[in-house]
């Protein structure tokens, strides 16, 4: 894992916050905020790969200019770059970089979380394996999170709900030349504003 910022001290419970944030929106950062009445940081993590979609719009560059202007002046956020983009890898990279008792959350919206806990894994590591070394940490959306039983001790619910952001609804307002700016941090609007073609 590669940082470009990094909270200072040894957390004792650490959320990892892994997305393609295609753009970073106000959402993302009410997540991490929410996330902070469990964990003591939270770690954004742009992956350079994903599993199951392509760098498309902005690039990898782009979109990290973007989350370094968005978490500047959070003291309790970091940032980093994953070469891989399953949840598992990212949370096995973490381990490697943080103190060894640090509780690892893997924070996610309920339809992220959907996606996790029924993906295909195929012969690798199931999710109910991958849950011994990290928790879900879950936002509402659209909804709240109903982890399977199998599960639910491993699932920590958070208080929030974002049904109207998205990194999608950025980009179709962008393209229908609607108002765009109330849905992502303040201190990117000007950075987006001068890069408007990588979204429309």
């Known amino acids: 894992m590669e940082f470009y910022s990094r909270a200072a001290g040894s957390p004792s419970k650490l959320a990892i ?27 954004f993590v742009l992956p350079r790969s994903f599993p199951h979609k392509e760098y ?4 990898f560059e782009e979109r990290l200019e973007l989350l370094r202007a968005a978490l500047a002046g959070h003291p309790r956020f970091s940032l980093a770059a994953s070469d891989r983009g399953l949840f598992i890898d990212m949370a096995r990279e973490a381990r490697q970089d943080y103190d060894a008792n640090t509780d690892l959350f893997l ?15 195929g012969s690798g590591d199931s999710i109910a394996k991958q849950l011994e070394l990290f928790q879900l940490l879950v936002a ?10 199998k599960i639910a001790d491993r699932v ?45």
């Open 140 to 149: 509402a959306r659209a909804g709240r999170y109903l982890p399977p039983q």
């Open 156 to 200: 920590v619910s958070l208080n929030l709900s974002f049904d109207e952001i998205s990194s999608s609804e950025v980009r179709r307002r962008i393209q229908a030349g609607e108002n765009w700016g109330e849905l992502v941090p303040e201190a990117v609007v000007g950075l987006m504003g001068a890069q408007l073609n990588l979204w429309s």
């Open 56 to 59: 498309t719009s902005a690039g």
């Open 17 to 43: 916050l892994p997305g393609a944030f295609n753009p970073p929106t106000r959402a993302h950062l009410a997540m991490a905020e929410a996330a902070l009445s469990v964990a003591d940081e939270v770690l």
């Open 107 to 121: 924070l996610c919206g309920r339809d992220a979380a959907e996606r996790i806990v029924s993906w295909d894994y």
